[in-house]
């Protein structure tokens, strides 16, 4: 029997305001990647309402009665703008995809996810954490570093200028990205080695889908060899000969070993971070052999043809409509069982 399912979300528009960054929008939904998951989710039977994420969302769900949302709002403004949506959800108590609150507003900051996962004994690229430009050092880390507005995501503030070689070039970075993004700036080692990426599904023992490889030795044309903001934009959409489609390779190019460690790390920090339902985790293999989580993604992208996830659960033989109706009844048997888990702890106070 189907379900009545809203689709929240924030529409991506293009940047009109001399005053805003060209990925100021980056992280929202184009209107190809709304309409491919409602029709995902109808085609599983559902009916869908789509709900955009801004201030009438209280007074729609106050007006319309749904049994579950499928979230992939990214929220407006805030350094815990992801969890916005959620604690609207928890409060009104609707059922929602992914993960709550606290993980969300976790994820988003950088530097606090790595203190995490430095306690969890997870190998991430040291880092400092600046709140202004003022007091700017390389903490005694060797070059090259890398600089990053610390609460954004989908590589937003991230250029080629975001890799540093020296003392001048990093003071120069940071004032830049300061300016532009106004907020804690992270600046941690670049690892260089293997760019990966890992799609897990599932709760209670979730399963890591074929690691992703990101092949960037195809960019040269462009000079860009990292996850930049301008390679994940437009990497799909540009002719070749611009050096902006890195090669993508799923399963990764990795020995038994490597996919072993790879796998058991990423694992780890999506159970850390308190991820539910799905995830992506970015790791940057080392040369030394050493899997780096450069961050956690509790709300990966869904686009249908330019998104890591999609195209990681097709290498596994999920359609599209598979992976979305996969998480809905994820974070459907995962509402259950609470419920149950909690009419059980009830009956023992009984």
């Not at 029997?1 to 960054?21: C, E, S, T």
């Not at 430009?133 to 975001?162: C, H, M, Q, T, W």
């Not at 694992?267 to 080392?286: E, N, P, Q, T």
Request: glycine residues 6%; charged residues 25%.
């Amino acid at each position: 029997m189907g379900l009545k399912v809203a689709l929240i979300y924030n529409l991506k528009r293009d940047v009109k305001n001399n005053d805003l960054p060209l990925d100021y929008y980056s992280e929202f939904d184009s209107k190809e990647t709304i309409r491919s998951i409602a029709g995902a989710l109808r085609s599983g039977g559902h009916e869908v309402f789509l709900v955009e994420a801004d201030k009438g969302i209280l007074n729609w769900f106050q007006n319309n009665k749904v049994n579950v949302v499928f979230n992939i709002a990214e929220g407006l403004y805030g350094e815990s703008r992801e969890s916005r949506v959620p604690a609207i959800l928890d409060f009104l108590d609707i059922p929602y995809t992914g993960s709550g609150v606290l993980t969300l507003g976790l994820a988003l900051n950088k530097a606090l996810t790595k203190k995490l996962l430095e306690q969890a004994k997870i190998p991430t690229p040291k880092y400092k954490l600046f709140k202004t430009p003022n007091d700017v050092s390389d903490f005694g880390r060797r070059y090259p570093l890398i600089v990053k507005p610390n609460s954004e995501g989908s590589a937003k503030g991230i250029s080629i200028s975001s890799v540093v070689w020296n003392k001048a070039e990093l003071i120069r970075e940071v004032e830049r990205t300061y300016k532009v993004y106004n907020q804690e700036i992270l600046v941690e080692e670049f690892i260089e080695g293997k760019e990966l990426t890992v799609g897990i599904l599932g709760n209670g023992s979730p399963f890591v889908l074929p690691i992703l490889e990101i092949d960037f030795s195809s960019c040269k044309p462009s000079g860009e060899y990292f996850y930049t903001w301008k390679v994940k934009e437009y990497e799909k959409e540009v002719e070749e000969s611009l050096g902006l489609t890195p090669i993508w390779h799923c399963p990764a190019r990795l020995s038994e070993e490597e996919s072993r460690k790879v796998t058991d790390v990423a694992l780890k920090a999506h159970s850390v971070i308190g991820c539910v339902d799905f995830s992506r985790v970015d790791i940057r293999l080392s040369n030394e052999g050493i899997p780096y989580v450069l961050e956690v993604n509790p709300l990966p992208g869904l686009d249908p043809k330019d998104s890591n996830l999609p195209y990681i659960a097709k290498c596994a033989g999920l359609s599209y409509a598979d992976l979305i109706n996969k998480i809905l009844e994820l974070a459907l048997e995962r509402r259950k069982l609470k419920a149950r888990d909690l009419a059980l702890e009830e009956r023992s106070v009984h």
